[in-house]
Antibody, heavy 120, light 110 residues
Framework: EVQLVESGGGLVQPGGSLIVACAAS????????MSWVRQAPGKGLEWVSV????????YYADSVKGRFTISRDNSKNTVYLQMNSLRAEDTAVYYC?????????????WGQGTLVTVSS | QAGLTQPPSVSNVLRQTATLTCTGN????????AAWLQQHQGHPPKLLFY???NRPSGISERFSASRSGNTASLTITGLQPGDEADYFC???????????FGGGTKLTVL
């Protein structure tokens, strides 16, 4: 059974940094791209970033480019999102999602999400 | 990065049919189609349809998906109270190299 478990969310001040992680199990982690998708309170889904299985390729939404960095450790079956220069508008539940195929595959499994709140 | 266009809300009567739409352009929906996700209040999204309009295992046959040009559609027949949820479409934009989502449609079963 595929499981994705996010961790690391919390309250951070504007301009601060935070790392969220997603531990995966139930599939061959290194062969699938992984994404982060966020959802602000009461709003829709916003894709944040994707990384290929071997970490060779990453893409970012314009809203986070230059501030967020996605990475993965295949030995630990974990994907990370390093978030710097955080803004109030980054407040959201951050979901990690498994891509069904390569970097353009659908998000076929989702974690429960971790809440990041940016506020003073 | 412009997203996909979905009507904010759709409603219909119990046991009737609802059709939700998702409009993009030739670089996203028109390129490889759109996936559909269902999200119940307080829960993470769940994949309903792959971009090729195939259902993952466990998804009811009351749900079907199709595409015509740059518009994808999700049809739900025999509406049930449990179908009340937010429905999102998503597609890879091959020009921008980003994933784009629709704003979501809130389905109400009357």
């Amino acid at each position: 059974e595929v499981q994705l478990v996010e961790s690391g969310g919390g309250l951070v001040q504007p301009g601060g940094s935070l790392i969220v992680a997603c531990a995966a199990s139930g599939f061959t982690f290194s062969t699938y791209a992984m994404s982060w998708v966020r959802q602000a309170p009461g709003k829709g889904l916003e894709w944040v970033s994707v990384i290929t299985g071997g970490s060779a390729t990453t893409y970012y939404a314009d809203s986070v480019k230059g501030r967020f960095t996605i990475s993965r450790d295949n030995s630990k079956n974990t994907v990370y999102l390093q978030m710097n220069s955080l803004r109030a508008e980054d407040t959201a539940v951050y979901y990690c999602a498994k891509d069904s195929d390569g970097i353009t595959g659908e998000f076929d499994y989702w974690g429960q999400g971790t809440l990041v709140t940016v506020s003073s | 990065q412009a997203g996909l266009t979905q009507p904010p809300s759709v409603s219909n009567v119990l046991r009737q049919t609802a059709t939700l739409t998702c409009t993009g352009n030739s670089n996203n929906v028109g390129y490889q189609g759109a996936a559909w996700l269902q999200q119940h209040q307080g829960h993470p999204p769940k994949l309903l349809f792959y971009r090729n309009n195939n259902r993952p295992s466990g998804i009811s046959e009351r749900f079907s998906a199709s595409r015509s040009g740059n518009t994808a559609s999700l049809t739900i027949t025999g509406l049930q109270p449990g179908d009340e949820a937010d429905y999102f479409c998503s597609a890879w934009d091959t020009s921008l190299r980003v994933w784009v989502f629709g704003g979501g449609t809130k389905l109400t079963v009357l």
